[in-house]
């Protein structure tokens, strides 16, 4: 950041006054502007046994299988962003069902909030943000093109407490950053 949005004058990287770490301040009117983590809504869709994930079209990570998720948008519940999305990437209308992962990714700021959900009716179709869709048993999920960890993670949780067979408990964590693998 290098000017302020309030009147336009340069800002400076310092911790303001009261303040315990370096926030963007404006050098004229003082506005002390705040960068928070985004908040990346999801949902695995279930449908007869299989999940849908989404190959995507769109950087980051072209090309590679996720689920359908994304930031999630001022004026909207998490679910309500769970569920546009799966709409905007695969065409689907989703039911949530629960919560099921919660991750925070400190090194990218963000915070993913991942829902189980089930398709309403079946039907998906690849939207604008997506090559292709496809249903996927655990067998049959390209887990070497996953586009995230989050979403492996997500989904090696998921298959674990479904073969266990013991319901499907919140689970929380963080991602961390390995050097070799881009997140």
């Known amino acids: 950041m290098k000017f302020c949005s309030s009147c336009g004058a340069p800002v400076a990287l310092r911790i303001p006054q009261g303040d315990d770490r370096e926030r963007f301040v404006c050098d004229d009117c003082q506005t002390i502007h705040y960068q928070n983590p985004k908040i990346v809504a999801g949902c695995i869709p279930e449908w007869q046994g299989r999940i849908l994930l989404c190959k995507r079209a769109i950087e980051p990570r072209y090309g590679l299988w996720t689920l359908p998720a994304g930031f999630m948008e001022n004026g909207e519940t998490t679910e309500q962003a769970a569920m546009r999305e799966t709409w905007e990437e695969a065409r689907a209308r989703v039911e949530i069902t629960n919560l099921y992962t ?63 067979g013991n319901g499907f408990p919140l689970h929380r964590g963080e991602i961390i950053k390995h050097p070799a693998r881009p997140v």
């Open 102 to 164: 919660l991750f925070s990714i400190p090194h990218i700021n963000q915070v993913y909030m991942l829902f189980r959900g089930s398709l309403v009716d079946g039907s998906y179709t690849p939207g604008p943000e997506s090559l292709e869709c496809g249903l996927f048993t655990e067998l049959d999920i390209p887990w070497e093109q996953l586009a995230f960890p989050v979403v492996k993670e997500t989904l090696q949780r998921y298959y674990s407490d479904k073969n266990r």
